[in-house]
């Protein structure tokens, strides 16, 4: 059963960039895509961005700017970078895996998730 | 974006209460609905995908259904553990969006 788990700092000075990593165990990477989804405290969730594992990404047009999502194979990770933040992206960021069959998809599994702060 | 609006956003009730929960989408989306639960302090687990297929190793009291724009999820009869938030989430658009979500608490 694959497993996801985030990493990263837990504090993030506004204005500089958020970098957080998720690892894949007992699955491998080399295939389906891998997405981030953040919810800040109290709040819903919201779909930050995807990779497939060939390279190529989707972004939410909303972050699109400021974000990177990339892919190391070798490791079974893939990471995420958000760059400018603001105390607005204070939020648990979680990776999960979307699954699918041939005409559906979805997030599953996820990983525990991690909480990141942006204050000085 | 498509839009996602569930109700209600908070809900009480009982241990064996049957409740639905609803999903309305901004534009059709034809069958490109999941449904996740989601518990204090947890991830989000995947309860139905494509709008009424039960994810394996969920119960059956959960069930859902919907096509188009209008979408439920109901619980036939609620256990203690299925008290939590429930999120609807649309992979029509490569945008993927959720619901508010739906707090489903004791009364």
């Known amino acids: 059963q694959v497993q996801l788990q985030e990493s990263g700092p837990g504090l993030v000075k506004p204005s500089e960039t958020l970098s957080l990593i998720c690892t894949v165990s007992?699955?491998?990477?080399?295939?389906?895509?891998w997405s981030w989804i953040r919810q800040p405290p109290g709040e819903g969730l919201e779909w930050i961005g995807n990779i497939y594992y060939s390279g190529s990404t989707n972004y939410n047009p909303s972050l699109k700017s400021r974000v990177t999502i990339s892919l190391d194979t070798s490791k079974n990770q893939f990471s995420l970078k958000l760059s400018s933040v603001t105390a607005a992206d204070t939020a648990v960021y979680y990776c999960?895996?979307?699954?699918?069959?041939?005409?559906?998809?979805?997030?599953?599994?996820w990983g525990q998730g991690t909480l990141v702060t942006v204050s000085s | 974006d498509i839009q996602m609006t569930q109700s209600p956003s908070s809900l009480s009730a009982s241990i064996g209460d049957r409740v639905t929960i609803t999903c309305r989408a901004s534009?059709?989306?034809?069958?490109?609905l999941n449904w996740y639960q989601q518990k204090p302090g947890k991830a989000p687990k995947l309860l139905i995908y494509?709008?009424?297929t039960l994810q394996s190793g969920v119960p059956s009291r959960f069930s859902a259904s919907g096509s188009g724009t209008d979408f439920t999820l109901t619980i036939s009869s609620l256990q203690p553990e299925d008290f939590a938030a429930y999120y609807c989430q649309q992979s029509y658009s490569t945008l993927y969006t959720f619901g508010q979500g739906t707090k489903l608490e004791i009364k």
């Open positions: 999960a895996r979307q699954y699918s069959n041939i005409w559906y998809n979805w997030f599953d599994p």
């Open positions: 534009q059709s989306i034809s069958s490109y």
């Open positions: 007992d699955g491998s990477i080399s295939s389906y895509y």
């Open positions: 494509a709008a009424s």
